[in-house]
C-alpha cells in the first residue's frame, strides 16, 4: 500500500453511535474500523469524481452549461462531439463501453451462445 499517512477526524458527539456502530461492524465482519473507512472514501471518490453529470435547466437556459452528457437516444453522428472537451468525451467513451459490454453479455444469455453482429463476432 505504500507510506501511511495519519489523518485526524473530529466529529460532533451526536456522531458517536455511528462510531459505534462501526465498531460494531468492523469486530462483526472481521475488519478494521480503517479498512472500512478507506473503502468508503475510496467508493465515495469513485462515485463522485467526475461531479453530478446532471445540470440545472436553469443554468442550461442561462447559458452557463455548455456541454451535456449524451444519452443512448442520441445518433452520435448528429451529435456535436467536435464541440465536446476531451474530458467528456473520455467519459462518454468509458460509459459507452459499460453498455456495449452489458448488452453483449445480455443478448449472449438470451441466444445461450456467441453473438454475431455485421462482421465482429463475439465468442
Known amino acids: 500500500m505504500g507510506e501511511k499517512v495519519f489523518l485526524g477526524i473530529y466529529m460532533n458527539k451526536d456522531f458517536l453511535p455511528y462510531l459505534e456502530a462501526l465498531n460494531n461492524i468492523a469486530k462483526r465482519e472481521g475488519k478494521s474500523r480503517n479498512d472500512i473507512i478507506r473503502e468508503a472514501l475510496k467508493k465515495f471518490v469513485e462515485e463522485h469524481g467526475y461531479g453530478n453529470p446532471n445540470f440545472k435547466l436553469t443554468d442550461f437556459a442561462k447559458g452557463l452549461v455548455v456541454e451535456a452528457f449524451p444519452t443512448l437516444g442520441h445518433d452520435p453522428e448528429k451529435y456535436p462531439l467536435s464541440q465536446v472537451s476531451e474530458e467528456l468525451l473520455a467519459r462518454i467513451w ?10 453483449e453479455y445480455e443478448l449472449q444469455r438470451r441466444k445461450g ?7 465482429i463476432t463475439i465468442p
Open 113 to 119: 451462445g456467441p453473438i454475431t453482429f455485421k462482421t
Open 94 to 103: 468509458v460509459q459507452a463501453k459499460k453498455w456495449l459490454s452489458a448488452a
